[in-house]
DNA sequence: CCTCGAATGGAGAACGTTCTACACGACTCC
DNA sequence: GGAGTCGTGTAGAACGTTCTCCATTCGAGG
């Protein structure tokens, strides 16, 4: 009956008819897309026309068996962290005028699908990756950067075979112990993602965070008073370490979290225990998110720059995509520190 | 010097070399992967085994030449809304122990953006695609999805090329409104998204509120009070709106705002104003996003299921694209009233 | 004129899959 | 014992590009 059952029967216009059209070679119509050496200008003017007449759009899949495929693939874990959507703008920005489409895989925390979906890019045949603190085994992620030109966010680890970007997140941590310190509080405590040095990655961001928090305490002469609590970067995991921290015995009277998100998980857990954000409780956050600013919560945050990131994790790839540069290399951000309402002096016991 | 100068050339294991390792024809191996007919158990192990032994993995750029890519592509506008993230936990929750990738094209507000990535997804060789509220014209739409199956979210255009899911945003404003009125409100404003038909999709979801809006009003006979406000679905257009409206002459009791982000802006309006909420004035946001139950905002608000959504999204695109299913179809969720303490009863004048 | 080199265009072999068509043997059925 | 059928396996042609050679033309230099 249907005469048209399946609906992929629909015939694409591939290079060869854009050949005919022009009365050219497949060969010549590749070279000018390529914008290759070796074609005189009437035939770049013949070919361009017939591709702009049949509508033309290259096969990405045929493309991916021989050269590139103009597609670059970023991973993260999940789509909610608010900071990952500033990164993703500062890359699609980067590459907005370019030929390259930016896809993205959202794998989720677990290790294992963020490996899944890593390969997954890979055999897509994509020509360069973008990671954000994955979870992945490094030497997992080494091995795919040997063969896919790769930078990797957060981790501060290096490598001679990806190139890194990264935020001196100990530098960032130093700033916020110095305000709260100054503002008079004693008793902080920071709530950072559990930070296994799992994976074999030495220094994850939640590791070099907790260094340079405890550093600045030791600075201040307050190592002993210092406290760390881990939990998941979430809103859940954020209310859970705040429950926990703000009902113990020993009460900090600040908090320094190492996600907004997380932040506002202990937000609603002081809520929950009747306590006011800053009169009983100091609160900062971590990557200034937009949420931060958001009219009811004012939180004081660390603003890493995430557009910045994005951009300069973007042009390096490109950069390596196209073989301009064969060595690695890193790029450090300068974290600064943005104080709103949800830090204000301690109240008095 | 550098002996290996290209990253690139550190070779695959191809299915050839499987078949070789296994002693057998490459078809039988593509066989076995496709578990298709006519394969005798002893062969099935034979290639399991030489496929585990080599770390064998599929070339998708390969595949996408002649059959599959396994690949499931989700275009949004943006990552920052919250109801998205939502709907893609549903969609990869489904997929998640499918041989399917999701991977996700992040594309802007544009549409031409948008445009470029649908297609950049379809020159991929997507084997699927999911849409959520696309800003495309239709046409393209319907063109795209004539080649490749497709589940748009959100439009309540139906069409017999593609599937459908969508909320019935029509009975959402009626729940708020029934809400409203019965706390005693009579003057409520609904702020959407400009909601232009353009592209001409006919009822893109802005439009089925406000229509769901207006009769639910005009049910409870007070069609000449109702008021709707134009502005984007973000925090700053949910400013604008909150100033016009609340500083303008016939000021509203009660605002129901399309979206929590457009909420939140609101929210900040009023404290602008020096109005309370829900004291002064009663908000109502739209998705149930996490920030509606975030503690200091406490919104009342209409929860869509983004979940279900997804789940749904995707067991219909699946259907579609393994050809179990070749007509179209459109899942419709019912939407329920999540009441915080942003509404309460209006203060008399 | 002849030769050489540069500039331009084309032939055709990959690339790693899928899938149609067919070959072959072993059964079953009259 | 011949004809059909079934089950299992393989050969080999696509698929739409890229890219390495190779052929041709044209001009300049001798």
């Known amino acids: 009956m249907a005469a048209d059952s399946s609906p992929r029967d629909t015939?694409?216009?591939?290079?060869?008819?854009?050949?005919?059209?022009?009365?050219?070679?497949?060969?010549?119509?590749?070279?000018?897309?390529?914008?290759?050496?070796?074609?005189?200008?009437?035939?770049?003017?013949?070919v361009r026309a017939a591709m702009a007449e049949l509508e033309y759009r290259p096969h990405a899949a045929a493309r991916g068996m021989r050269g590139r495929t103009y597609t670059i693939g970023v991973l993260l874990d999940n789509v909610r962290n608010a900071f990952f959507a500033d990164v993703l703008d500062g890359i699609r920005e980067e590459l907005s005028d370019s030929e390259y489409t930016v896809l993205i895989g959202a794998a989720g925390f677990g290790a294992d699908e963020q490996s899944r979906t890593i390969r997954a890019m890979v055999d897509r045949q994509m020509d360069g990756l973008v990671l954000i603190a994955p979870g992945t085994p490094r030497s997992e992620v080494l091995s795919m950067a040997a063969t896919t030109p790769t930078v990797v966010i957060g981790h501060h680890d290096s490598s001679d075979v990806h190139d890194s970007v990264i935020d001196a997140d100990d530098?960032?941590?130093?700033?916020?112990?110095?305000?709260?310190?100054?503002?008079?509080?004693r008793d902080i405590?920071?709530?950072?993602?559990p930070g296994s040095r799992s994976g074999r990655w030495q220094r994850p961001p939640e590791i070099a965070l907790a260094d340079g928090f405890l550093q600045a305490m030791d600075r201040h002469g307050l190592a002993d008073r210092a406290r760390v609590h881990h939990s998941a970067y979430s809103d859940d995991g954020g209310h859970a370490a705040g429950l926990a921290l703000l009902s113990g015995a020993q009460r900090p009277t600040a908090i320094l979290a190492g996600a907004d998100v997380a932040?506002?998980?202990?937000?609603?857990?002081?809520a929950d225990l009747g306590l006011s954000i800053p009169g009983d409780i100091s609160l900062v956050g971590y990557n200034n998110t937009a949420i931060a600013s958001l009219a009811p919560v004012q939180l004081?945050?660390?603003?890493?720059?995430?557009?910045?990131m994005g951009l300069a994790a973007a042009r390096m790839l490109i950069e390596r995509v196209e073989g301009r540069r064969d060595r690695a290399m890193r790029t450090t951000?300068?974290?600064?520190?943005?104080v709103r309402r949800s830090t204000a002096t301690p109240s008095l016991p």
């Open 263 to 270: 932040a506002l998980g202990i937000y609603r857990a002081a």
């Open 300 to 308: 004081t945050s660390v603003d890493q720059a995430g557009h910045t």
């Open 11 to 46: 015939k694409r216009v591939t290079i060869t008819d854009v050949a005919r059209h022009a009365g050219v070679s497949t060969a010549a119509v590749s070279k000018v897309m390529r914008n290759a050496y070796g074609v005189s200008p009437g035939m770049q003017e013949r």
């Open 171 to 185: 530098v960032g941590a130093g700033l916020v112990v110095d305000h709260l310190v100054e503002l008079g509080h």
């Open 189 to 193: 405590a920071l709530v950072s993602a």
């Open 333 to 338: 951000m300068t974290p600064r520190l943005v």
